[in-house]
């Protein structure tokens, strides 16, 4: 089983700033297969990122996505006052189980 | 409207049972990989279990031999049985549809509680 890795496990930031979220598997993942969801308090999860680095359909383009192999990254360009949330990454290795980092929380600062 | 709706969740006492169900519409629950994600107050997400199109079902080491994925055709329904309940399954429960490629569709989510 592939262990999703996220840091860091809270980040502290204000509005307008750069926020980079990074996720590390424990072997090397297929980059079609990773995604990154963004949860907010009572709400289910909601898909921003696929194939490591393709936007979801109305997802704005200060979100972004980067990497391979076994290390990825979520950016958020310039935070934005609904962005402060939980975010998630998760991968699927051809069979399963599917699995999910532990989640990196924006919060204000 | 393309859409699942969970239900079935509530409180329940360590050692007993609970199956959960997840409506949907919009589209074929038996033409999709349709999964359940859990979880846990204040914590992550968590797979629990995937039935396939072709019927094959999968579970996390955590449920396997307690909880049982099914679904009705003719109801367009999955379900979740879960037995043997622990506080350690207190959570949300999603109904999650993957795509060959992410969670496209998830529900709302049914709370279970495991207390006594």
């Known amino acids: 089983e592939i262990v999703l890795t996220q840091s860091p496990s809270t980040l502290s930031l204000s509005p307008g700033e750069r926020a980079t979220l990074s996720c590390r598997a424990s072997?090397?993942?297929?980059?079609?297969?990773l995604a990154w969801y963004q949860q907010k308090p009572g709400q289910a999860p909601r898909l921003l990122i696929y194939?490591?680095?393709s936007r979801a359909t109305g997802i704005p383009d200060r979100f972004s996505g980067s990497g391979s192999g076994t290390d990825f990254t979520l950016t958020i360009s310039r935070l934005e006052p609904e962005d402060f949330a939980v975010y998630y990454c998760?991968?699927?290795?051809?069979?399963?189980?599917?699995?999910f980092g532990q989640g990196t929380k924006v919060e204000i600062q | 409207e393309v859409q699942v709706v969970e239900s079935g969740g509530g409180l329940i006492q360590p050692g007993g049972s609970l199956r959960l169900s997840c409506a949907a519409s919009g589209f074929t629950v038996s033409s999709n990989y349709m999964n359940w994600v859990r979880q846990a107050p204040g914590k992550g997400l968590e797979w629990v279990s995937v039935i396939f199109s072709g019927g094959n079902t999968y579970y996390a080491d955590s449920v396997k031999g307690r909880f049982t994925i099914s679904r009705d055709n003719s109801k367009n329904t999955l379900y979740l049985q879960m037995n043997s309940l622990r506080a350690e399954d207190t959570a949300v429960y999603y109904c999650?549809?993957?795509?060959?490629?992410?969670?496209?569709?998830w529900g709302r989510g049914t709370l279970v509680t495991v207390s006594p």
């Open positions: 999650a549809r993957w795509n060959f490629w992410y969670f496209d569709l």
């Open positions: 194939g490591a680095s």
């Open positions: 072997q090397s993942v297929s980059s079609s297969y």
């Open positions: 998760q991968q699927y290795d051809s069979s399963p189980p599917w699995t």
